[in-house]
């Protein structure tokens, strides 16, 4: 919301602050709550992940359906980087970032003319004509099914991209593209593409070039998909082919909508829910964990529609209104 | 002078003739009311004028541009801004957050990717905003979600958001439409301080003859998509067509 001196700087550095300290000091408390190295890096790229997702969904009120074409197309174009031109990771993952670019060009273009369930249907429709590509006309370039292997240890010129390596640099790119989403979101740039959301007609009798926001909304958007599909083969030089799937599509909203669309902060706690959930708690649970977390997901959406960020609100409500 | 021409405009949908041959010339700096029984026309006009409708023939001419084929965010940036019949908004968001959307849009020209914006650079277009509302008298709610306005306050909001892009003629659909009483006397008095202001162009499209016959400098009778009378306020009201029109009951629908 604007305030009254319009400052935008200054709220953004304690979170900002927080999250980094919070990131950066995973390796140091993850284990004692049973995680263990590697998911941390894998929550993290998530984290991104998700981001980016609540950017399209929360603030400009647009449910994709296929955003593994973002995530999986930046994957394969790293992987392919990495295993024909040159084992360092910057031009990998700079020409993947590109190509989910592109594809977002693309297919923002050819879908968000349509709101609604008809946008959601299109870019499942989208996403699962890349993963079908994948599987079969382009198998020679993408291993089919059996996903791209034999990638070389990624490098960041004489640094072996491994372990902690890996992690901080995702953490450091995270920190970053928080804090680029937070400024965007603050922007009149976000303020447009809240309005777009709130009431696009309107918006369009303003005089706003609608279709442009939710083009750079989309591809926004998009970029954070791609990077994170690049720090994916980073972190695991092998991209399969599940990186295109729908399944890897429904998994980002079901964490943004679980920590809470439109809080930013919500989807990066629900992403690393998730991830703790499947990775962590589910030994204990043996195999009824996904009967577990299914219940858990409807049980938010029904009695929590805005996430946990909706229940962190009530219970301080509750602790600091009283009667109230 | 005339800042919009509207020419030979034609527009059936079906085979009912919703616009047949439609001539108007509205004069700069003027408030000039479009009156008429339900399904004259009225409405019709107007989405064509923004960009809505695409008449069957025809032209419309604003400040000597042609309006027609344009998209309605083009129409709006050439200074040409509507108010609808409900009160548009942007419902979840602050008063402010609303004007200051307009205020950018202004500045920007419709589209800019200025997501690092600097307080600085921002604080004209909030100051515009603020200014705004408190032209319109919404300044001290300016921190309220839109959706918890009163009706009243909504079409007065719309109306901050319509004047922040200082267009140069303003559209309104039925401005007091569902209004009680003292809420249609305010928004008469805005729209009159408007014009004094401004100066303004209005076009008005209203059913309420109290609001028509207090606000307009000049007065146009549609009916049955043709313009079948013109004239000043006094010209209008004793006007044979137009008692026929109203009374006869041959276009109520």
Not at chain 1, 110 to 132: D, N, P, Q, V
Not at chain 1, 208 to 219: N, P, Q, T
Not at chain 2, 4 to 27: W, Y
Not at chain 2, 153 to 161: F, S
Request: net charge negative; aromatic share 10%.
């Amino acid at each position: 919301m604007i305030s009254d001196n319009a400052s935008f700087y200054k709220k953004d550095i304690l979170p900002v602050t927080t999250f980094a300290v919070v990131l950066l000091t995973m390796p140091f408390w993850f284990r004692y709550i049973g995680g263990y190295s590697g998911l941390d890096t894998k929550i993290v790229i998530w984290i991104i992940f998700a981001i980016g997702f609540d950017i399209l969904l929360g603030y400009m009120g647009f449910l994709s359906f296929g955003h593994a074409a973002f995530f999986g197309t930046s994957a394969y174009f790293t992987g392919l980087m990495l295993l024909h031109y040159s084992n360092n990771i910057l031009p990998a993952i700079t020409v993947g970032v590109i190509s989910a670019i592109i594809m977002a060009f693309i297919i923002g273009f050819l879908t968000l003319k349509r709101t609604g369930i008809y946008f959601s249907i299109l870019t499942l429709a989208f996403g699962e004509m890349l993963h079908s590509m994948v599987l079969s006309t382009l198998q020679d370039w993408t291993g089919g099914d059996n996903g791209l292997t034999g990638l070389p240890t990624p490098m960041l010129f004489d640094i072996k991209m491994q372990g902690d390596n890996v992690f901080y640099l995702t953490v450091i790119v995270a920190i970053v593209m928080y804090y680029i989403a937070r400024r965007i979101i603050g922007s009149p740039f976000g303020l447009m593409l809240k309005a777009i959301k709130s009431n696009q007609v309107r918006l369009e009798y303003t005089g706003v070039h609608v279709a442009r926001y939710k083009l750079m909304g989309f591809v926004i958007s998009a970029v954070y998909a791609g990077v994170a599909g690049a720090l994916m083969i980073v972190y695991e030089p092998y991209v399969a082919s599940e990186f295109m799937g729908w399944h890897l599509s429904g998994q980002v909203v079901i964490m943004t909508v679980l920590g809470g669309v439109g809080t930013l902060f919500g989807p990066m706690l629900g992403a690393a829910f998730m991830l703790y959930f499947e990775n962590v708690v589910s030994v204990y649970l043996g195999a009824q964990w996904l009967l577990v977390l299914g219940a858990i997901f409807m049980a938010t959406v029904i009695f929590l529609p805005g996430g946990f960020v909706e229940a962190g609100s009530r219970i301080k409500k509750a602790l600091t209104g009283g009667g109230k | 002078m005339a800042i919009l021409e509207i020419r030979d405009v034609s527009k059936n949908f079906g085979g009912l003739a919703a616009l047949g041959d439609v001539n108007l010339t509205i004069e700069e700096g003027t408030i000039h009311s479009l009156i008429g029984p339900n399904g004259a026309g009225k409405s019709t006009l107007l989405n064509v004028l923004v960009g809505l409708l695409e008449p069957d023939v025809g032209t419309v001419l604003f400040k000597g541009e042609p309006v027609l084929g344009k998209a309605p965010h083009e129409i709006n940036q050439m200074g040409l801004a509507r108010v609808f019949q409900t009160p548009a908004i942007f419902d979840d968001m602050s008063v402010l957050e609303n004007v200051a959307i307009a205020a950018y849009a202004a500045r920007d020209g419709g589209y800019a990717f200025n997501v690092f914006e600097t307080p600085a650079s921002a604080k004209p277009c909030i100051d515009l905003a603020k200014e705004t509302l408190n032209d319109v008298g919404l300044f001290e709610q300016r921190k309220v979600i839109a959706s918890h306005l009163s009706r009243g306050d909504k079409r007065r909001l719309e109306m901050a958001l319509c004047l922040a892009r200082k267009p140069d003629m303003l559209l309104l659909d039925e401005p007091t439409a569902g209004m009680a009483r003292a809420d249609t006397e305010n928004t008469i008095k805005l729209l009159q301080r408007i014009s004094d202001k401004g100066g303004i162009t209005m076009v008005i499209v209203e059913h309420d003859m109290n609001v028509v016959f207090s606000l307009s400098n000049y007065i146009s009778v549609l009916a049955q998509g043709r313009i079948i009378a013109e004239g000043v306020p006094d010209e209008i009201k004793g006007h044979p067509k137009v008692i026929e029109a109203y009374l006869g009951g041959e276009t109520e629908e």
